[in-house]
């Protein structure tokens, strides 16, 4: 597994090695200790999940807080997505900051992305069969989310707006201005 740098600190893009031939391919996608020595990181995945989703769906931008904090280890097995992070670490240089990178069947590429982020991604291929790892259980009353669309940060979600599907539940995130006022973060 190559792990390449992002800006942020502790958020990067893991490659891993396909070896292929006539029959199809194989690789290891995680490895707990070739990522502890390539990454510094120490990560304890407690639950894995995966969503189906057909183009223009978005999901996002989520996060928990507190101690229900999550980092995720990302990645796309059917279809493509734009995958897309926003730093809420105040102590990073990179905080309200956003980064983004394509994820596919095609690339075999994942995002790890540590605790402190809000995170989403949209489907830009027809379907997108998209699997995550996450280093703490999901709780309810610890979730929120940034509305995708907020002005201040500004994403471009390569695909037009008529175009997004977001559930009610996602319409209702907040800007990105109200969340860091909640969270005491500005």
């Not at 996450?134 to 037009?160: A, M, Q, R, T, V």
Request: glycine residues 6%; aromatic residues 14%.
């Amino acid at each position: 597994m190559n792990l390449i740098k992002t800006e942020f600190k502790d958020l990067f893009i893991c490659e891993p090695k396909v070896f292929g031939d006539e029959r199809g391919y194989f690789y290891e996608s995680f490895n707990d200790k070739v990522f502890k020595v390539k990454s510094g990181l120490e990560v304890n995945f407690v639950q894995d999940n995966q969503s189906f989703s057909t183009y223009g769906v978005l999901r996002g931008l989520h996060f928990q807080t507190g101690e229900y904090a999550q980092a995720k280890l990302v990645r796309v097995v059917k279809g493509k997505v734009l995958d897309v992070v926003v730093d809420l670490r105040k102590e990073e240089p990179t905080f309200g900051k956003h980064f983004s990178v394509e994820l596919s069947a095609e690339n075999n590429r994942q995002l790890f992305v540590p605790r402190g982020f809000a995170h989403g991604f949209v489907v830009l291929s027809e379907e997108s069969e998209f699997l995550y790892k996450c280093d703490n259980y999901y709780e309810p009353s610890s979730e929120s989310g940034i509305i995708f669309n907020d002005p201040d940060l500004n994403i471009d979600w390569k695909i037009p707006d008529k175009d997004v599907k977001i559930s009610p539940k996602d319409s209702a995130n907040k800007a990105f201005r109200h969340i860091l006022e909640e969270m005491k973060l500005n």
